[in-house]
């Protein structure tokens, strides 16, 4: 299975909703990744957890919130967003690091497109 | 700090030849990917550059020069399908990626 694949496919909230996007994966990858893409823009980086570990936050508002409950999922809590969240956001993993030249290719999920109104 | 330039738009006909040109400035290399993403779906992986030279993939190749902070991916053969946006990315410390803007490109027949 050399899948990722997100849920829900489509979601559109309120600025005072509480929803949440999940991402899975059985490739046996410890590294999982969410990522922001505008339309036109490339993807941007917000979270890194490695070994179900938060390892990297790119300053992200607090208004979105990470969780990894085990080596396979990956959520993504929204609280109070903006219109200006509204975005593709794309989850994806890989091995973790290892160096020497090895390289860890990100598999990427088909994303979850999210309208804030 | 980061910064990948890779240009907007290209266009080319079927069956010809595309060079997509990616330069860098980046803390840190560990290695450079490129993506091809089409419309409203997510990116799958092309090709990885960590040693100088070049790779070859079927009608796809990419090439890297640590040196010079430069990358090209070259694509041959086109065909329609090819029609999509080609993303640049440099993976830093650890396992962080960082993307260049990405290149649209347009097969015409």
């Known amino acids: 299975d050399t899948e990722v694949t997100q849920t829900p496919k489509h979601l559109v909230m309120g600025m005072t909703n509480k929803k949440s996007l999940k991402c899975e994966q059985h490739?046996?990858?410890?590294?999982m990744y969410w990522y922001k893409q505008k339309a036109k823009k490339p993807p941007e980086l917000m979270f890194v957890?490695?070994?179900?570990?938060?390892?990297i936050n790119e300053s992200v508002p607090s208004r979105f919130s990470p969780e990894c409950p085990n080596s396979s999922l990956l959520n993504l809590h929204l609280h109070a967003l903006q219109p200006e969240d509204s975005a593709l956001y794309l989850c994806?993993?890989?091995?973790?690091?290892?160096?020497?030249?090895?390289?860890?290719?990100?598999?990427f999920g088909p994303g979850t497109r999210l309208t804030v109104l | 700090g980061q910064n990948i330039d890779q240009p907007t738009e290209m266009t080319a006909t079927e069956g010809a030849i595309v060079q997509i040109n990616c330069t860098y400035q980046t803390s840190g290399f560990n290695g450079l990917f490129w993506y091809q993403q089409h419309a409203g779906e997510a990116p799958t992986f092309l090709s990885y550059?960590?040693?100088?030279g070049l790779e070859e993939k079927g009608r796809f190749s990419s090439f890297l020069s640590r040196s010079k902070g430069y990358s090209y991916l070259l694509l041959k053969e086109l065909q329609m399908k090819d029609s999509a946006s080609y993303l640049c990315a440099v993976k830093a410390a650890g396992n962080k990626l960082t993307f260049g803007g990405g290149t649209r490109v347009l097969v015409k027949p």
């Open positions: 490739m046996g990858h410890r590294a």
């Open positions: 550059n960590v040693l100088d």
């Open positions: 994806a993993s890989s091995q973790v690091h290892s160096g020497g030249g090895v390289y860890n290719e990100q598999f």
């Open positions: 957890y490695s070994y179900e570990k938060l390892s």
